[in-house]
């Protein structure tokens, strides 16, 4: 799955919100893919979004988990 780097932030934090945790597994220069976890810790779905400099930003300041 693609985004653009708003409805990327959006979703990991909806999903925080919602009890979830995410973890970086892959950063390129023009990809981050991240997993998405339950609160047990176990994946749910891999995303992968442009990685803009907004995403990045968020990526580094707040890791979920």
Same mark, same amino acid.
């Given at each position: 799955?693609?985004?653009?780097? *708003?409805? /990327?932030?959006? &979703?990991? #934090? #909806?999903? !925080?919100?919602? $009890? $979830?945790?995410?973890?970086?597994? /892959?950063?390129?220069? /023009? =990809?981050?893919?991240? !997993?998405?976890? =339950?609160?047990? $810790? @176990?994946?749910?779905?891999?995303? =992968?979004? !442009? !990685? %803009? *400099?907004?995403?990045? &930003?968020?990526?580094? %300041? @707040?890791?979920? %988990?």
């Amino acid at each position: 799955m693609r985004h653009d780097d *708003p409805s /990327a932030i959006d &979703a990991l #934090r #909806r999903w !925080a919100d919602s $009890g $979830g945790h995410w973890r970086l597994i /892959a950063r390129s220069d /023009a =990809t981050v893919t991240v !997993a998405l976890m =339950t609160c047990t $810790g @176990e994946e749910m779905e891999r995303s =992968t979004w !442009a !990685a %803009g *400099p907004d995403l990045l &930003a968020f990526l580094s %300041g @707040e890791q979920s %988990g």
